[in-house]
């Protein structure tokens, strides 16, 4: 059973930054390095979306074009941590950010995702 936290959200300013952590309490003798981690977000009064992930190994990392250039998902396997570092951001980045965890989180549907964290709130304002 893996443990997920969400941190790092807040509120930002149009064109700031925001640095989120996706933190994964694991069992001894399991490695972070062992799953994908995708990050998903939900504005309200719409769909749940994914936007970026980080496969096992770090072999695939994919962006969608809404945060394609502005956002960088980095693994931390010291810490067992994966990190979404947001620049330039816009209005439209506000939602509730997620993590979720699962060894085939960049293939699998959002619904099929093993473990997920509680959400952190970005929210970007004048």
């Known amino acids: 059973q893996l443990q997920v936290v969400e941190s790092g959200g807040g509120l930002a300013q149009p064109g700031g930054s925001l640095r989120l952590s996706c933190d994964v309490a694991?069992?001894?003798?399991?490695?972070?390095?062992?799953?994908?981690i995708g990050w998903f977000r939900k504005a309200p009064g719409t769909e749940r979306e994914v936007f970026s992930c980080i496969s096992r190994g770090d072999t695939n990392i994919r962006y969608t074009d809404a945060v394609k250039g502005r956002f960088t998902i980095a693994r931390d396997s010291a810490k067992s941590s994966v990190h979404l570092q947001m620049n330039s951001l816009r209005l439209e980045d506000t939602a509730t950010y997620y993590c979720?965890?699962?060894?085939?989180?960049?293939?699998?549907?959002?619904?099929?995702?093993?473990?997920w964290g509680r959400g952190t709130q970005v929210t970007v304002s004048d």
């Open positions: 694991v069992p001894v003798g399991v490695s972070l390095d062992n799953y994908g």
């Open positions: 979720a965890v699962d060894h085939f989180a960049c293939t699998k549907a959002a619904g099929t995702l093993s473990y």
